[in-house]
C-alpha cells in the first residue's frame, strides 16, 4: 500500500514535514494560528475568529496587531514547505492542494474510494485514507470551541470510512481483520450498534457464535443499564439470526451502482417554442460535444409564469436516451423565502446515487468532491430547477461528459461557459394553439375573436394562458365571451386568472417578496405608470436619488422588469409585462402615489428643459403649480442636448403622462405637461396627440377648477382648429381663453390669444380685423419686453399688409421682424419672415429673389425638422417654378407638399397645392388630369368656404383663373403655440 506523508498534519498532533523532515514551529500560539487556517484551508479565516481561538479569555488590546505579527513570523518558517499565508479581507487564508496536507488528502482518497465501488482500489484507497489518522487531531494544542464542529465532522467521516472498510473487508471473507477492527472502534464508540451488529455478524460468519452471542449480550447489558433502552430492531434481528444459526447477507458498502431517473414527466400539451428547443435540444445533446470535455450547462432564464420549467423537462426527455447513466432532477427552491441550502441538495444527489446516510460527508466542499467523483466515471443529465443564483449551482456542477440544465428567473451570468436562453411569452398563434389543446381547438375556432381577446388580456404568458384554459375546461357551459368580458378589467384580472393551485398573482408575488425594500417601492410604482417603454432614470424619480441604475438592474435581473431594447438616442428601455404591471399596481398605496408625483415632475422639467432648446418656443405656456424634479445636470444635458431626437424617442411615454397626471387627479402636473409639449407637438405636427392631451387635461382642470390650466389649453386646442381650417371652433376657443386669461391678469396669455384671433382673420379674409388684432398683440408684447413676440407681431402686421395689397408697408413691417429674429438667433422666425419676403417679390416680379427667399426658407424648415411650415415653402417654390416653365421639379416640390398637407390634414395648403397642380397640369395640356385637379380644388374650397361662414366671415380668396398659379390663395400656416404661423 502507498504511504502518503503530506506536508502538513493535523490528524494527530501538529506537524510540519520538509523533506521528510519534521520543520520546527515555536510557540503556542503560532501552532494554535497555524491549525487554525489549515482546519479552513482554501478558505478566509476571519481575523476576528482567529482572535478569539487565540485568546479565548482575556483579549489584548494589541490582539490584531499581536496577530499580524504571529502570521509574519509564520511565513518566514512555511517558506520552507513551499506554503503561504495570504492576507484577504476579512483575514487569512492558506491555500494548498490536497496533498499538502492529511485533511484534504483524506476526504479526496475516500471520494475517489467511494467513486471506485466495491474494488480492490477502493480497498486500496480506504486504507489510505485512514492510515493518515496518527491519534487525535491536534491533540498537542489547547482545544477551542470553534473547533470542534470541523473535528466532530472529521471524526464522523473517519468513523464512516472504517464502516466501509470493515464491511469491504468482510465481504471478502477477512473476518479476523474486521473483529480487530471493530473492537477498536467499539473503544471509541460502545453504544454504536451498527457497530455491534457488525462485530456479531464478523464473529458469526468466522463460526465463533457463542462470542457473537456473548457480544449482544454485552451490548445490551450497557443500553439498559446505562441508558435504560433495549437494543434496536436491526442488533435484535441480528442476534435472533446468530440463535437459529442463520447466515444472514453479508455486510456490503453502500451501492453505488444505481441509476436514477428522475425527471418529471414531460408536458403532454408543450405548445410551439420550436427555435427554443432546437436549441437547447442541440445544446444538452451528447453528440455536440466530447465526450471527455467539459460539462454542457445551459441556464434558462425568464420572467414568472414564462414556462422555464416545462420547455426545460420537454426537452430533457427528448435528449435522455443519450444519458443512460442516469438523470437527477433537483428543486432548488429559488423562490422561496429560504432557498435549499447546496449542501442539503448535494446530500439529495448523493442518497439518489447510492450513498447512505452513513456514507454522507460533512462539509459542502466533500459533497461535492464526492459527487463529482461518482458523476465522472458515469455521464449524466443533471436539472437543477428554480436556481436562486450562480452561488447554489456551483457546487452542485459535475465534472466532465455531463450536461447540466438550470432555470431561473435570476439572470445567471457567472457560470463560465453557459448558454443563457432568455424565455419570452408565446406568440399569439402559439398561444391559440395552447389554448386550444387544453379547451378544445372547435372550441376556440367558434369563437376565435373572444379567444383573441382572452390571449391578449393574458399577454400570452403560457401560464395565464393554461389557467385561463383550465377555467373555461372546468365550465364547458360558458361561451368563451364570458371570462372574455371578466378579464377585462385591469383590476380584476389577476382575481380571475386562479384556477385550483396555480395563480399567476402568487407565481409574481414569489419574486416580490425577495425584492430589497427600495426595488419593491420601485416596483410598485412602475406599476402606476402604464404599458408603454420608460427610459431608466425614471427609477431615479420614483426614489427620489439620482443614480439609481442598481435598483433598476437589480429588477432586470430577476425578470420583473423587462429590458425591451435601446431607443435612438442611446437610452435602455424597461416596461413591465401586462399582468406584472396588474400585480406591481394592486400593492400600491400612498408612498407611492407620492413617488409618482415625482415622476411626473421629472417628466414636466425634462421636457420644458427639451423645450427651452427646441427651434421655436414662442407662445409657450407653463403650470407654476405643476411638481418638478430635475434629473442629475449630466443626465438632463445629455439627453436634451438634441432636443428632437429626445422627444421623438419620449412622446409616446410623455403622452402616457399626461394621461397619468389626469388619472391621477393631478390638474397642474397634466396641463403643465401637455403645454410644454406644444411645442415639439407644433415642429412635428403630432396633431392627434396635441388635441388628445389637451382635452383630457382641459377636463381635469375644470374639474379641479384651475382656471388658468383651462385657458391654456383652450388655447392650445384653439390651434389645432386653426391649423385644421376649423375656424369657427378656433374663434370660440381663442375668445374664451382670452377672457380667462383676462380675468386672470394674465397679459402675456391675453396677447397670445390675441394673436390665434387674428390669424383666423386673416384666413377668412378680413384683413383690417386681422390688423386691429396683430396691432392690439403687438403693443402688449412691447409692453412686457417680449421681444420674440414682437417679431411674431410685426411680421403678421407685414404678412396682412402683403396679402391686402400694399407692399410697401408689408416690406417694411417684415423687414423689422427680419431684423428682430436675427438678433434673437430665432432661426425658425427666420425662415418664416423669408417666406413672406419671397412671395413679396413674387408679387413684384422679382423671380429670382422670391427663389432664393423661399429656398431659404425651405432649408431652414428642414434642417430644423418642421414639415409644416416646409410643406408651405415647397408650395411657393413649386408656384416660382411652374411660372418658370420647370415643370419638372414643380411637380415634384407640389407633389410633395401635397403628401404633407393630408397627412397633416391641412385642407387650406393642400387645396392651394390641388389648384397649383391642376393650373400645371393645364398648362402642359394634360386637360382631363387637369380638370381632375381643379375640379378637386373647388371641393375643398367650398368645404372650407362652409368653415369661414360659420366663423361669421368671408370665404377664402379664389384663384385668379389667369392660368398663372394662384398665388393668393397660398397661406403659409399660422403657428401661434409654438411653431410660426406664418
Not at 455521464?379 to 461528459?401: E, I, T, Y
Amino acid at each position: 500500500m502507498v504511504v502518503d506523508q503530506p506536508t502538513f498534519s493535523v490528524l494527530g498532533a501538529l506537524d510540519v514535514r520538509v523533506s521528510g523532515r519534521s520543520l520546527r514551529i515555536a510557540g503556542t500560539k503560532p501552532r494554535i494560528l497555524l491549525a487554525s487556517l489549515l482546519l479552513a484551508a482554501n478558505h478566509v479565516v476571519g481575523a476576528d475568529l482567529l482572535v478569539e481561538v487565540l485568546w479565548p479569555r482575556h483579549r489584548p488590546r494589541s490582539a490584531h496587531a499581536n496577530l499580524r505579527t504571529y502570521v509574519s513570523s509564520l511565513r518566514g518558517v512555511l517558506d520552507a514547505a513551499g506554503a503561504r499565508i495570504q492576507a484577504r479581507p476579512p483575514g487569512y487564508v492558506i491555500e494548498l492542494a490536497p496533498g499538502q496536507l492529511d485533511v484534504l488528502l483524506f476526504a479526496d482518497l475516500i471520494a475517489r474510494a467511494r467513486a471506485a465501488g466495491r474494488t480492490e482500489e477502493a480497498y486500496d484507497l480506504l486504507s489510505r485514507a485512514l492510515a493518515l489518522w496518527r491519534g487525535i487531531p491536534l491533540a498537542d494544542l489547547p482545544g477551542s470551541p470553534l473547533w470542534d464542529g470541523r473535528l466532530q465532522s472529521l471524526a464522523e467521516l473517519r468513523l464512516d470510512a472504517a464502516e466501509e472498510l470493515i464491511a469491504l473487508r468482510m465481504a471478502r471473507g477477512r473476518y479476523a481483520d474486521a473483529i480487530g477492527e471493530l473492537r477498536g472502534l467499539l473503544k471509541e464508540h460502545p453504544f454504536r450498534e451498527d457497530l455491534w451488529q457488525q462485530l456479531m455478524l464478523a464473529l458469526h460468519w468466522s463460526g465463533r457464535q457463542a462470542e457473537a452471542l456473548h457480544a449482544y449480550a454485552t451490548v445490551r447489558r450497557q443500553l439498559v443499564t446505562e441508558l435504560g433502552i433495549e437494543p434496536g430492531t436491526d442488533l435484535r434481528r441480528a442476534h435472533a439470526a446468530v440463535l437459529a444459526g442463520e447466515l444472514p447477507p453479508v455486510a456490503t458498502v453502500p451501492d453505488l451502482g444505481s441509476t436514477p431517473h428522475q425527471l418529471p414527466s414531460d408536458i403532454p400539451d408543450f405548445t410551439g417554442r420550436s427555435e427554443d428547443v432546437a436549441v437547447l435540444t442541440r445544446a444538452l445533446s451528447p453528440v455536440e460535444r466530447p465526450p471527455d470535455g467539459p460539462p454542457s450547462i445551459v441556464v434558462v432564464v425568464g420572467p414568472p409564469g414564462v414556462g422555464k420549467s416545462a420547455l426545460a423537462v420537454h426537452c430533457a426527455h427528448a435528449v435522455r436516451a443519450g444519458y443512460p447513466g442516469g438523470q437527477l432532477y433537483l428543486d432548488l427552491g429559488g423562490t422561496e423565502h429560504a432557498p435549499a441550502d447546496p449542501g442539503e441538495l448535494l446530500a439529495e444527489a448523493l442518497r439518489a446515487l447510492g450513498v447512505g446516510e452513513a456514507g454522507l460527508p460533512c462539509t459542502v466542499h466533500e459533497r461535492s468532491a464526492l459527487y463529482r467523483s461518482l458523476l465522472a466515471e458515469r455521464p449524466m443529465l443533471v436539472f437543477l430547477d428554480d436556481a436562486a443564483g450562480a452561488a447554489q449551482v456551483r457546487p452542485l456542477l459535475p465534472g466532465n461528459g455531463c450536461a447540466v440544465l438550470v432555470t431561473s428567473r435570476r439572470r445567471i451570468t457567472e457560470l463560465p461557459g453557459a448558454l443563457q436562453l432568455e424565455l419570452d411569452v408565446l406568440s399569439p398563434e402559439e398561444a391559440e394553439e395552447f389554448l386550444g389543446r387544453i379547451v378544445g381547438s372547435e372550441r376556440v375556432g367558434r369563437e376565435r375573436e373572444a379567444a383573441s381577446a382572452i390571449l391578449r388580456a393574458c399577454g400570452y404568458l403560457p401560464l395565464a394562458v393554461r389557467v385561463a384554459g383550465a377555467r373555461l375546461a372546468g365550465r364547458p357551459r360558458w361561451s368563451l365571451g364570458v371570462l372574455r368580458q371578466r378579464l377585462e378589467d385591469e383590476a380584476g384580472r389577476l382575481g380571475e386568472l386562479r384556477a385550483g393551485d396555480l395563480e399567476v398573482g402568487g407565481s409574481f408575488d414569489r419574486s416580490y417578496r425577495l425584492l430589497p425594500d427600495d426595488a419593491a417601492l420601485a416596483f410598485r410604482t412602475l406599476g402606476l405608470l402604464g404599458p408603454q417603454s420608460l427610459p431608466g432614470w425614471v427609477v431615479d424619480a420614483v426614489l427620489d436619488r439620482h443614480r439609481a441604475d442598481d435598483v433598476t438592474d437589480a429588477l432586470v435581473d430577476v425578470n420583473l422588469l423587462q429590458l425591451v431594447g435601446t431607443d435612438p438616442i442611446g437610452q435602455p428601455r424597461y416596461r413591465l409585462h401586462d399582468l406584472v404591471r396588474c400585480n406591481a399596481k394592486e400593492k400600491a398605496g400612498a408612498p407611492e402615489r407620492h413617488a409618482l408625483i415625482r415622476v411626473l415632475g421629472a417628466w414636466t422639467a425634462t421636457t420644458e428643459s427639451a423645450t427651452a432648446r427646441l427651434p421655436t418656443t414662442l407662445f409657450s405656456l407653463t403650470s407654476a403649480r405643476a411638481t418638478r424634479w430635475n434629473l442629475a445636470a449630466d443626465t438632463l444635458g445629455r439627453l436634451t442636448a438634441d432636443p428632437l431626437p429626445w422627444f421623438d424617442a419620449e412622446h409616446e411615454a410623455l403622452v402616457g403622462a399626461v394621461r397619468l397626471a389626469v388619472d391621477a387627479g393631478l390638474a397642474a402636473s397634466a396641463w403643465g405637461l401637455a403645454a410644454a409639449l406644444v411645442p415639439y407637438f407644433d415642429l412635428r405636427c403630432h396633431f392627434e396627440e396635441w388635441q388628445s392631451t389637451h382635452r383630457i387635461a382641459l377636463d381635469a382642470a375644470r374639474l379641479a377648477q384651475d382656471r388658468h390650466g383651462e385657458a391654456a389649453m383652450l388655447r392650445g386646442l384653439a390651434q389645432v382648429c386653426l391649423y385644421q381650417d376649423r375656424y369657427a371652433e378656433a374663434t370660440e376657443m381663442f375668445r374664451r381663453s382670452l377672457t380667462i386669461f383676462h380675468e386672470l391678469g394674465d397679459v402675456r396669455g391675453e396677447a397670445t390669444s390675441i394673436c390665434g384671433l387674428g390669424a383666423v382673420s386673416q384666413f377668412c379674409g378680413e384683413h383690417l380685423r386681422a390688423l386691429a388684432y396683430f396691432r392690439r398683440a403687438l403693443a402688449m408684447f412691447l409692453a412686457m419686453g417680449d421681444q420674440s413676440g414682437e417679431a411674431y407681431a410685426r411680421q403678421a402686421i407685414g404678412r396682412v399688409c402683403l396679402a391686402s395689397g400694399d407692399p410697401g408697408q408689408a416690406s417694411k413691417w417684415l423687414g423689422e421682424a427680419l431684423r428682430l429674429a436675427r438678433e434673437l438667433g430665432d432661426s425658425h422666425r427666420e425662415g418664416c419672415v423669408s417666406m413672406q419676403f419671397g412671395r413679396l417679390h413674387d408679387l413684384a416680379a422679382e423671380p429670382e429673389q422670391a427663389m432664393r427667399f423661399q429656398g431659404h426658407a425651405l432649408d431652414i424648415f428642414e434642417g430644423l425638422g418642421d414639415l409644416h411650415c416646409g410643406a408651405y415653402a415647397m408650395q411657393s417654390l413649386g408656384g416660382l417654378q411652374v411660372v418658370r416653365g420647370d415643370q419638372l421639379h414643380a411637380s415634384d416640390q407640389l407633389e410633395r407638399s401635397l403628401l404633407i398637407f393630408q397627412r397633416l390634414g391641412d385642407r387650406s395648403g393642400e387645396a392651394a397645392t390641388v389648384q397649383t397642380l391642376g393650373e400645371l397640369h393645364r398648362s402642359a395640356g394634360r386637360t382631363r388630369l387637369a380638370q381632375n385637379y381643379l375640379h378637386h380644388a373647388l371641393t375643398l374650397r367650398r368645404e372650407l368656404r362652409g368653415g369661414a361662414d360659420l366663423a361669421g366671415s368671408a370665404e377664402p380668396s379664389a384663384p385668379s383663373g389667369d392660368g398663372r398659379w394662384g398665388r393668393d390663395t397660398v397661406r403659409p400656416p399660422l403657428v401661434l403655440g409654438g411653431n410660426a404661423v406664418e
